[in-house]
Every structure is written in structure tokens, then in C-alpha cells.
């Protein structure tokens, strides 16, 4: 799967301590290092992101490195990665 960043997003907040810790409250797993393929840095934070090539227009929340985070066009994710919901209605609200 590919995912773009969505751009403009670094002010946002929501009720968890940070948004890598709303993607480990809303996903199955665990991330300790970034999920761009063959990326195995560990400065993670959680990257609002949409997926490429798809109708789905939603806002999800991934597991990216700093570097990532800031790559512009699309990234290709590990296989069996979660995307959490970044619409709180349907999380942390
Ligand atoms: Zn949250
Ligand atoms: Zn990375």
C-alpha cells in the first residue's frame, strides 16, 4: 500500500499524549520503528496520512520516522501495517 502526507497537519491535537500514542491506542501491534518499506529508523511519530491511488479520501495516523514524516509524494508501507483513524467521531472523541 501507498500513503501521501497530508500537509498542514503539525498543529493538530487530539485527547491522547501524542498522535503515535492515538496509533497505539486505535491499531493491533506495536511500533518501534518506522513502517516505510525498509526504513528502520526509530525516531517515530505519528504521520497523518491518505492512501494513494485509492477512492478512500480518509485521514489515517502511521508510524513514520521524521524523515518520512516530511517526504512529500507517496511511500510505500510495510505489508500488514494498521492505519488508525485520524477522524476522532470515531476515536478518541
Ligand atoms: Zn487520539
Ligand atoms: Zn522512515
Same mark, same amino acid.
Given at each position: 500500500? #501507498?500513503?501521501?502526507?497530508?500537509? $498542514?497537519?503539525?498543529?493538530?491535537? &487530539? +485527547?491522547?499524549?501524542?498522535?503515535?500514542?492515538?496509533?497505539?491506542? =486505535?491499531?493491533? $501491534?506495536?511500533?518501534?520503528? /518506522?513502517?516505510? #518499506? $525498509? &526504513?528502520?529508523?526509530?525516531?517515530?511519530? $505519528?504521520?497523518?496520512? #491518505? +492512501?494513494?491511488?485509492?477512492?478512500?479520501?480518509?485521514?489515517?495516523?502511521?508510524? *513514520?520516522? +521524521? =524523515?518520512? @514524516? +516530511?517526504?512529500?509524494? /507517496?511511500?510505500?508501507?510495510?505489508? *500488514?501495517?494498521?492505519?488508525?483513524?485520524? @477522524?476522532? @467521531? =470515531?476515536? /478518541?472523541?
Amino acid at each position: 500500500m #501507498k500513503v501521501r502526507n497530508v500537509p $498542514g497537519t503539525s498543529n493538530r491535537s &487530539c +485527547k491522547c499524549v501524542s498522535w503515535i500514542d492515538h496509533w497505539h491506542k =486505535f491499531s493491533p $501491534g506495536a511500533a518501534t520503528i /518506522c513502517k516505510a #518499506k $525498509g &526504513c528502520l529508523r526509530s525516531d517515530i511519530v $505519528g504521520a497523518h496520512v #491518505k +492512501k494513494c491511488n485509492s477512492p478512500d479520501n480518509s485521514e489515517y495516523i502511521v508510524p *513514520f520516522c +521524521k =524523515f518520512h @514524516n +516530511k517526504q512529500e509524494g /507517496c511511500i510505500e508501507i510495510n505489508d *500488514f501495517v494498521s492505519l488508525a483513524p485520524a @477522524n476522532q @467521531n =470515531f476515536t /478518541c472523541r
